[in-house]
Structures are given as C-alpha cells and as structure tokens.
C-alpha cells in the first residue's frame, strides 16, 4: 500500500470494510471534524467542543445539558465542560431551570451572541467547502437521505415510527 492502491481482496460475498457507508460516513466524519476543529481554534478561538456547543445553544435557544449534548453529539461529561469553559469565558449564561430545580440552562450572552455569529460563519463555509463538489440538486438530495436514514435511526431496530 505503499503506492496508495487498497488491497480489495473479499471473502466470500463480503465487501471490503472501506465500501460499507458507514465506514465512508464515519471517515468524512473524521475528515470534517479535523478541519473544522483547525478552523474554530484559529478563527474563533474555541475547541471543536466549544464551538458545537456554542453553535447549538445559540441555535436552539436555552439547553440543558444532557439536551446540549445530544444537540452537539457529544457525551454528557464533554458537554458539561465544554459549556462550564464557554461560561467561564462568558460566552454563555448558566441559570436554575424554572422546570427542573436540579437542571440548568445555557443561554448565550451579548458576547455569545458575537462569537455565535463567527462560530455560524465558519461552519457555513465548511459545509461549502465539503459539499462544494455537489450541485444544488444533490445537495438537496443528499440533504433528504439524511433525514430519511435520521428517522429511520431514530425509529430503532425495528424501523417503524
């Protein structure tokens, strides 16, 4: 492989592991994921954890954190310190929730509303960056497979909703 060729040998009637689609997502996942975390630490001065969480609170108004962390797709310990970080920073304001006296929620403050903005821009121009290479056409059909395999994740094992 030194040449950069894959060894496509199969066994029996199963593809090798690089033409399964959850291998090829998982691999833009991580492409993605190294290049947007470069671009938040050097434009917006956040980790790519800060900045998720920073994108969902401003785009979803006030979170809890276990609501943070889904809405980021992170783990619960991963968001409560990238939020305790951004609150620190006073990006974000952390207050008793009037629902759950135990829970908290996260709001932006006027300097997180700024940095929202910046941290918005930067991932507007990564999804040109890695979906530049599509038309609008499939762009938008790429876009109604996602939320056709979310659901459908979404509904469990047995695929019903």
């Not at 006073?90 to 996260?106: N, T």
Request: hydrophobic share 40%; aromatic share 6%; charged share 25%.
């Amino acid at each position: 492989m030194a040449n950069g060729t894959r060894f496509n040998r199969t066994y029996g009637n199963l593809p090798t592991l690089d033409k399964f689609l959850t291998y090829r997502l998982h691999m833009l996942h991580k492409l993605s994921d190294r290049a947007s975390h470069e671009l938040y630490t050097q434009e917006c001065g956040l980790s790519l954890g800060e900045a998720r969480c920073l994108a969902a609170v401003g785009s979803f108004d006030a979170l809890s954190v276990n609501r943070l962390a889904f809405e980021a797709n992170l783990d619960k310990a991963q968001a409560s310190r990238a939020a305790q970080s951004l609150v620190d920073q006073g990006l974000l304001s952390k207050s008793a929730s009037e629902a759950d006296a135990r829970a908290v929620e996260l709001k932006l403050t006027a300097v997180g509303r700024k940095r929202w903005t910046q941290v918005m821009d930067a991932i507007n121009r990564r999804n040109h960056e890695i979906f530049g290479c599509l038309s609008l056409q499939e762009r938008t059909l790429l876009g109604e497979f996602f939320d056709r395999l979310i659901a459908h994740a979404n509904a469990g094992p047995s695929g019903n909703e």
